[in-house]
């Protein structure tokens, strides 16, 4: 039943839950340069910074006449708004111009130029992945022209880290969705937060958790099977992954207020908790590797896993080689006789 209910919680979640990939790319200092957004009506979100005022990121995109331009600048909780407040500047074919762009800023040869300034912070949470941050400027038009637009976030005074989210058709592919862990860490860390304390969620669980284990379970102590804790380990490193979800969005809800996302985050963080219950009571059975049906839920167990962000895919391998090599070696011998 724990199965079943992690694989449909997966499909439930999978299909209905909307969230950006994100990415980090260099910035491009220049028109020349600008980080190539190759499908800009797709969700993404740039996380960077501004080394000081003055100084320009560029964005490039091709769109379509018509096709909706939809963008949103954001910054880290942890920043003054009042003290670091980027603006947008868009630029192509077909626009008129708006607001006055400041002398360092690099425009195109032909097209209009739109400066869109920061406007009243709003403090916001979000669930996928999950943070929390400033919302601070927004635009959503749609193309007048077939062509090639440039967006540049600056900043007249000073420098500051920046979110910027393109697009609205949510869409992973398949390795963008299993990295989404390691892509969270990276917003984290531009978030203020440091990469030992984003993983000591994942380190303690499993740890204090074996201790526990060698504690509590007077049978465990004497078993001299590899298998069984590398599977276990896999097991709470899948618990970890449930329990550090749920700390950042306790994090995250401490500084801004909560909203109805909180539950999409602790439906995700239950998905892996529900994997690593399911795989600890299949592993501390006496005897489980010689279970031919709790050798096929484990290789299941592990192969769902990375699709629920369960493990930072060593929780998985853990799982599965040592599952797969005793089934493997008990069906040749079974091919022997």
Known sequence: MILLAGIALIGLLTSSVSGHVPVAPEPGETLDTAVEIVNPTKSWVVYSDLHEGEEPHYFRFQINEGERIRLTLMIPINQDPSEFRPAMALMGPGLTNEGVAPSYLETPESGGVVIVQSG???????????????AMA???ISAAKTGTYFLAVFEPSSGGRFALALGYIESFSLDEWILVPFSVMIIHQWNGQSLLFIISPFVATTIVGLAYLLMKRQDLRGRN?????????????????????????????????????????????????????????????????????????????????????????????????????????????????
Not at 120 to 134: A, I, K
Not at 269 to 292: C, F, K, Q, Y
């Open 120 to 134: 009243t912070p709003h403090p916001e949470y979000e669930g996928f992945t999950p943070t929390s941050f400033y």
């Open 138 to 140: 927004d635009v959503d």
């Open 225 to 337: 099977s590899l298998s069984t804790w590398l599977v276990v380990t896999g097991g709470l490193m899948f618990i970890a992954s449930g329990m550090a979800m749920l700390l950042q969005m306790v994090v995250a809800i401490s500084t801004v207020p909560a909203n109805a996302q909180v539950v999409v985050t602790t439906a995700f963080a239950m998905i892996p908790l529900l994997l690593g219950v399911a795989t600890l009571r299949i592993a501390l059975r006496e005897n489980w590797e010689l279970d031919s049906s709790a050798l096929m839920k484990l290789l299941i167990l592990g192969a769902v896993a990375p699709f629920a962000w369960a493990g930072l895919l060593i929780g998985p391998v853990l799982v599965v080689i040592p599952s797969l090599i005793i089934l493997l070696i008990r069906r040749q011998r079974q091919s022997d006789t």
